[in-house]
């Protein structure tokens, strides 16, 4: 189970952590993606950890604003969001895969969160 949260509203320029907490089982050896989901648009990939956190990789829209990080110790990966723009609004997931290596395609993940909204006001 993953399960994502932190979400809310925020003015444009602003920062949200948002935490992606596992329990059931641990996932510190499974790469970790944030993915976000906009109305009427598919699912896009935001930034990934790998399993051990030494390799990490963003969209370009989001690089430099963005910071992933996890802590397998506590089962919990970060995302770290600053400088939002009001085209981040989105519903935001975490998904873990049975693999130890980022991901950009949603379809290989095997675990979803229930996702946690986003809304950056202009």
């Known amino acids: 189970q993953l399960q994502a949260c932190g979400g809310g509203l925020v003015q444009a320029g602003g920062s949200l952590r948002l935490p992606c907490a596992a329990s059931?089982?641990?996932?510190?050896?499974?790469?970790v993606g944030w993915f976000r989901q906009a109305p009427g648009k598919e699912h896009e990939f935001v930034a990934g950890?790998?399993?051990?956190?030494?390799?990490?990789y963003y969209s370009d829209s989001v690089k430099g604003r963005f910071t992933i990080s996890r802590d397998n110790a506590k089962n919990t990966v970060w995302l770290q969001m600053d400088s939002l723009k009001p085209e981040d609004t989105a519903v935001y997931y975490c998904?873990?895969?049975?693999?130890?290596?980022?991901?950009?395609?949603?379809?290989?993940?095997?675990?979803w969160g229930q996702g946690t909204l986003v809304t950056v006001s202009s």
């Open positions: 059931g089982r641990s996932f510190s050896s499974y790469a």
């Open positions: 998904a873990a895969r049975n693999e130890g290596w980022v991901a950009i395609i949603a379809n290989l993940h095997n675990y």
């Open positions: 950890v790998s399993w051990d956190g030494h390799n990490t």
